[in-house]
C-alpha cells in the first residue's frame, strides 16, 4: 500500500519512521509519501486565504491541494481522506475498510480546514479522530496511517496479536502481565499460571467484560452476551455505582423567588425528615442544610437535637438514624470543605434544575461519570424557585430536569430528591 500524506507541515512525520510502521516500510509492505503542499502552491507562503463569508482564521486553498494530489499520481477514483474534527468518527473498522485500497491520499487539514471544493472534486472521506480539536491534521493522518498499515499482512510477525486485541469481537482486551511476578506487593493474578488454557480463556473473557462496562459501556450494547455475562455486567455496574459517596445539600441561601429575586428560605420539618430518611434508604452519606440565619439554625438544631439525642431519638430510633445524618451549616462551601475532610477530596458538584439549560447531562450519563471518575458526589438541591446563575455556575455538571405528564412543573423538593435518588441509586 502507498499512503500519500499530503499536509503543510512534512517534518511533522518523523515518527512514521519508527517502530512498526518503519518496519512495514522497510519490509516493502507499505510506503508513506510525505507532500509539501506549499510546494504546488504559486507562493509557497500563500498556502491558505481568508474565510469567504467572514470569520476568524484562514483555510487551505483549494489549487495547490489539487495540484499536489495530481503531481502525485491521484486520479479520479483514487481514495482520498481529510482529517477534520467535523468529519465522521474514525472507528477500526474504517482501518480495516481501508486495508482494501492500494494506495491513500491523505490530507492533513489545518486552519479554519480546507476549501470544500476539496472534497467534492475527489469524493474524499472526512474523518474526525476524536470529538477534542488539534491543532492540525498530522497527528491524525499519522494516527489513521498507522491504524491501516498496521493490519495489512505481514506487518506484525504474530498474527495471533491481531486476533486478540482490543476491539475484536467488540470487547477491549483483557489486563496482560510479564515478569517480575511480584512488583512492590502487586502479584500477577494466580489463575494465569494455572496451565489450564480453557480457565485462563474464561478469566480472560471476564476481565474484558469488566473492563468493557466499566470504560466503554456503549461498545456492550453491540455484543451478544451470554445471560451470565449480562448479570455480571450489571452487576460491575451496579458495585460501581454503590462505591460512589454521595452528599445532598438542601440549600435555603441564597435562592431565587419567583421574579428572579435572591432570597432565603425557610426551613421546613417536611424536608428536613423525609429527605434525611431518603438520603438513609439510599445510604447517602450525609445531608447538609444550607442555612446561614441565626434563628431558622437555632430552630433546626433544636429539632435535630430531640430526634437524634432527646426524647424522639428514644421512642424512634429509626427516625435517630436518619436525622444523624442532617447537619446544618452556613454556606455551600462549607457543605464542600465538610466532605473534603471526610472524604480527602472535593466532591463533584451536580445541580438539578427544573429550567431547560444547554449544558444538562442525563442520569445515565451522570452514573457514567461517577463510575468512572471515582469520585465522592455532591447532590445540590434549591429551595424557593431554584438556585441562583451563581450557585448554577459553580457546579460540575447540572441534571437534566425532571419533566412529568404535563407543563404544570412545581414539584416539591423532597419529590425532586426523591425521584432523582432512585434514578441515580435505585435498584
Ligand atoms: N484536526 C484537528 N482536530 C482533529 C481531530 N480530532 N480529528 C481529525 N482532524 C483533526
Known amino acids: 500500500m502507498k499512503v500519500n500524506i499530503l499536509t503543510l507541515f512534512p517534518d511533522a512525520y518523523v515518527p512514521m519512521g519508527e517502530s512498526i510502521m518503519g518496519r512495514a516500510q522497510k519490509k516493502e509492505i507499505a510506503s508513506v509519501n510525505v507532500v509539501n503542499i506549499r510546494s504546488y502552491a504559486e507562493d509557497p507562503h500563500f498556502a491558505d486565504d481568508i474565510v469567504y463569508g467572514g470569520g476568524a482564521g484562514m483555510v487551505m486553498k483549494v489549487e495547490p491541494i489539487m495540484a499536489a494530489l495530481k503531481a502525485n499520481g491521484w486520479q479520479k477514483g483514487a481514495k482520498v481522506i481529510v482529517t477534520t474534527p ?8 474504517e482501518a480495516e475498510r481501508l486495508t482494501g485500497e492500494e494506495e491513500l491520499f491523505i490530507i492533513a487539514g489545518h486552519y479554519e480546514g480546507i476549501d470544500q471544493r476539496v472534497v ?12 477534542y480539536v488539534l491543532t492540525g491534521g498530522e497527528l491524525p ?11 495489512l499482512d505481514g506487518v506484525l510477525g504474530d498474527s495471533a496479536s491481531l486476533e486478540q486485541e482490543s476491539f475484536n469481537e467488540g470487547l477491549l482486551e483483557y489486563p496482560q502481565y510479564t515478569r517480575p511476578r511480584v512488583f512492590e506487593g502487586e502479584a500477577v493474578p494466580d489463575v494465569l499460571f494455572c496451565g489450564n488454557h480453557k480457565v485462563i480463556e474464561a478469566w480472560r473473557r471476564e476481565q474484558s467484560l469488566r473492563r468493557t462496562s466499566l470504560n466503554r459501556p456503549d461498545l456492550l450494547k453491540k455484543v451478544p452476551l451470554s445471560d451470565e455475562e449480562r448479570q455480571l455486567y450489571a452487576e460491575e455496574r451496579a458495585a460501581a455505582v454503590e462505591r460512589v459517596d454521595v452528599y445532598i445539600a438542601l440549600v435555603h441561601y441564597p435562592v431565587l423567588d419567583p421574579k428572579g429575586n435572591v432570597i432565603a428560605t425557610s426551613v421546613t420539618n417536611l424536608d428536613i425528615h423525609d429527605i434525611a430518611r431518603l438520603s438513609r434508604t439510599y445510604n447517602v452519606k450525609g445531608y447538609y442544610i444550607v442555612q446561614p440565619g441565626e434563628e431558622q439554625k437555632e430552630l433546626t438544631k433544636q429539632l435535630l437535637n430531640y430526634w437524634t439525642s432527646g426524647h424522639g431519638s428514644k421512642i424512634n430510633p429509626d427516625r435517630r438514624e436518619a436525622l444523624s445524618l442532617v447537619s446544618v451549616v452556613d454556606t455551600l462551601d462549607d457543605v464542600v470543605s465538610r466532605i473534603e475532610e471526610i472524604q480527602g477530596e472535593a466532591p463533584l458538584k451536580v445541580a438539578t ?7 444538562i447531562v442525563s442520569y445515565e450519563e451522570l452514573k457514567e461519570i461517577m463510575i468512572r471518575e471515582n469520585h465522592s458526589c455532591l447532590l445540590v438541591f434549591g429551595t424557593g424557585y431554584g438556585l441562583t446563575d451563581e450557585l448554577m455556575e459553580e457546579m460540575n455538571y447540572v441534571l437534566k430536569p425532571i419533566v412529568g405528564r404535563g407543563d404544570y412543573n412545581h414539584l416539591s423538593v423532597r419529590s425532586a430528591v426523591s425521584i432523582i435518588l432512585d434514578r441515580l441509586l435505585g435498584e
Open 353 to 359: 434544575t427544573a429550567k431547560i439549560r444547554r449544558d
Open 120 to 131: 467534492d472534486l475527489t469524493g474524499a472521506e472526512e474523518f474526525s479522530i476524536g470529538d
Open 86 to 93: 467535523a468529519g465522521r468518527p474514525f472507528h477500526q473498522r
Open 141 to 151: 493522518s499519522m494516527v489513521i496511517t498507522d491504524s491501516v498499515v498496521r493490519l
